[in-house]
């Protein structure tokens, strides 16, 4: 199985803040690697596709790069609704598998 | 858009049986490869489940935690996915999300989750 890790495992910053999460493969997943927001009590939302695309309707202030083993997710100005856990997920091979998630809180 | 609907969730003791329903509108449901992914209380999330659509073999696979005790099956002409869940461990309890697909866009429509909540 793909083993996923993510750093950090949390981050405090302020609305506007530019915040950096990095997401490593236990082996290369090529570009296959989706980033997701969940904000509490609710279900997550697919932010990122194929390490670079964002879903439609998501903000354009979410980024995504890499490919191999390693990756990164960048939220430039960080809005009010940004405040939750972000998890990578590798979709190149089955067991489909998630990382153990980056949680984004208040300064 | 999408939408997504579990049912079927509820408080079971050990050992136990429970098939939890999702019910989907605003796509194509024939074509759509669709998933059961998990999130115990407090935890990340893990994904159990994944069925392929009949056009692309129909063809299902388990992450090794559930492989064996749950069985996702598809019914088209219903537009509703299913989880059959049996020899229940306590380790089973949590909030299983019905959601799309699984190939290399990712998951992009999640329902509201089903609480399965296993317990003596």
């Known amino acids: 199985d793909i083993q996923m890790t993510q750093s950090p495992s949390s981050v405090s910053a302020s609305v506007g803040d530019r915040v950096t999460i990095t997401c490593r493969a236990s082996q290369g997943i090529g570009g296959h690697l989706a980033w997701y927001r969940q904000n509490a009590g609710k279900a997550p939302e697919l932010l990122i596709y194929?390490?670079?695309t964002l879903q439609s309707g998501v903000p354009s202030r979410f980024s995504g790069s890499g490919s191999g083993r390693d990756f990164t997710l960048t939220i430039t100005s960080l809005q009010p609704e940004d405040f939750a856990t972000y998890y990578c997920q590798q979709s190149s091979s089955f067991p489909l598998t998630f990382g153990p998630g980056t949680r984004v809180d208040i300064k | 858009e999408g939408q997504l609907v579990e049912s079927g969730g509820g408080l079971l003791k050990p050992g136990g049986s429970l098939r939890l329903s999702c019910a989907a509108s605003?796509?194509?449901?024939?074509?759509?490869?669709l998933n059961w992914v998990r999130q115990a209380p407090g935890r990340g999330l893990e994904w159990i489940s994944h069925i392929k659509s009949k056009i692309a073999g129909g063809t299902t696979d388990y992450a090794t935690s559930v492989r064996g005790r749950f069985t996702i099956s598809r019914d088209d002409s219903r537009n509703t996915v299913y989880l059959q869940m049996s020899g229940l461990k306590t380790e089973d309890t949590a909030v299983y999300y019905c959601?799309?697909?699984?190939?290399?866009?990712?998951?992009?429509?999640w329902g509201q989750g089903s609480l399965v909540t296993v317990s003596s």
């Open positions: 959601v799309t697909g699984g190939g290399y866009h990712g998951f992009d429509y």
């Open positions: 605003g796509f194509t449901f024939s074509t759509a490869w």
């Open positions: 194929e390490a670079t």
